[in-house]
Structure formats: structure tokens, C-alpha cells
């Protein structure tokens, strides 16, 4: 079974800090995504990494993959309350990404 | 475009009982997976339908059972509930089965 494992857990921060969360594995993934759920609503995709050492960057947020694709970061900076919300990451195969493993996801504050 | 919409958004039920939960999928995506969010975790996959046939399934009993229609709208069906059933389920669709997931706001299930 391939398991996610986020850190940390819970972040307060205030606004216009930078901030990094993780998402460690055991196992190798082909392909992970990262996801920001806000209370009441369905997950919402932020960007899918595939390559070993890949970084993207959507605005002020950088997603990194680990050169061996069994972790991965997102570094937010200059955060703003905005970006308060769950982030959860998940690892799926290039064929499936319907059948996602997720991780418990980092619940972030921005504090105004 | 209309998204991935869910319903009922929420529902109430007593152990034992059986309940359906329907899920309208995203024009043109032929694909549907379903998610069980207990509260404070990350998804947790259900199964997944693509083209009105089980497409795979997590680790979870058969009292979890889906039907999917010609238009592509899902169901999810549980029958004996029991408390720890309750929890947020998400469907969400995608235009093939590796394609990235569009989710809908969830159903957030009590059993009482």
C-alpha cells in the first residue's frame, strides 16, 4: 500500500510569511498532485508534477518533485489569508488518476 | 460548462439503514471516482466507473456497491450503515481515466 504523509499537520501563519509543506513516501510515485479543499467544498487541482526534480510555480506558489518522485514540496510565499485552506497532495499512476492515494493534508491560516 | 454536482449536500441516517448517493458528472467526462473524507483526513478511495463498468476498487466492503448510467451520472450506494460510515463523500469526474479529477462540493454523510 502506498501511503502519503504531509507535515506538519497544522499552520498558522501570518500574513505575508513564506512557508513550505511536505508530502513524504516510502514508495515511488509516476505522477503527484497537489490540491487546496476549503471547508465545505470539494478538493480543487493546483498542479500535477511527473518528472524527478521538477519545479513548478502557478503565481506565489513553487511545487517541487524529489529527484527520486517519492516526495514532493509547495512553498508559498508571501502568504495571504487567501490561501488559507486544506492542502492535500496525492500520488496516482500516469494511467489512473482517478484511483489517487491522498495524504491527510496540511490545514494552513493565514491570520490577517 | 457545468461542474461535477452532488446531492443530497447533506444527510442524516440511523446505523443499520441503507442510503444512495448520486453524483452528476462533468459534460464529456466519462469517468467517475468516488472518495470517503472521514473528518481530519484526506480522501480515501471508493471506486471508480468508467464507461458504466467498475473500473477498480479500494479497501473497502462490498455493502459499498456504485452503479453508473449511460449519460455517465453515478451512484453510490451503502447499505447497514454503521457509525463510521459517516464522513464527506466526494465524486469526481474526469475525461478519461487518466485525466486530472474534477470534484464536486461532496455529500456529508451522519450516521447516528
Known amino acids: 500500500t502506498q501511503l502519503l504523509e504531509q507535515s506538519p499537520q497544522f499552520l498558522s501563519i501570518q500574513e505575508g510569511e513564506n512557508l513550505t509543506v511536505y508530502c513524504n513516501s516510502s514508495s515511488v510515485f509516476s505522477s503527484l498532485q497537489w490540491y487546496r479543499q476549503e471547508p465545505g467544498e470539494g478538493p480543487v487541482l493546483l498542479v500535477t508534477?511527473?518528472?524527478?526534480?521538477e519545479v513548478k510555480k502557478l503565481k506565489r506558489l513553487t511545487f517541487q518533485f524529489g529527484d527520486a518522485r517519492k516526495d514532493s514540496s509547495l512553498h508559498i510565499t508571501a502568504a495571504q489569508p487567501g490561501d488559507t485552506g486544506l492542502y492535500l497532495c496525492a500520488g496516482g499512476g500516469n494511467t489512473n488518476a482517478g484511483k489517487s492515494t491522498f495524504g491527510d493534508g496540511t490545514t494552513l491560516t493565514v491570520k490577517p | 460548462e457545468t461542474g461535477v454536482t452532488q446531492s443530497p449536500t447533506h444527510l442524516i441516517k440511523t446505523r443499520g439503514q441503507q442510503v444512495t448517493l448520486r453524483c452528476s458528472s462533468q459534460s464529456g467526462h466519462n469517468t467517475v471516482s468516488w472518495y470517503q473524507q472521514a473528518l481530519g483526513q484526506g480522501p480515501q478511495f471508493i471506486f471508480q466507473y468508467y464507461r458504466e463498468e467498475e473500473n477498480g476498487r479500494g479497501n473497502f466492503p462490498p455493502r459499498f456497491s456504485g452503479l453508473q448510467f449511460p449519460n455517465y451520472s453515478s451512484e453510490l450506494n451503502v447499505n447497514a450503515l454503521e457509525l463510521d460510515d459517516s464522513a464527506l463523500y466526494l465524486c469526481?469526474?474526469?475525461?478519461?481515466?487518466?485525466?486530472?479529477?474534477?470534484f464536486g462540493n461532496g455529500t456529508r454523510l451522519t450516521v447516528t
Open positions: 469526481a469526474s474526469s475525461p478519461s481515466y487518466n485525466s486530472p479529477l474534477h
Open positions: 508534477v511527473v518528472t524527478g526534480g
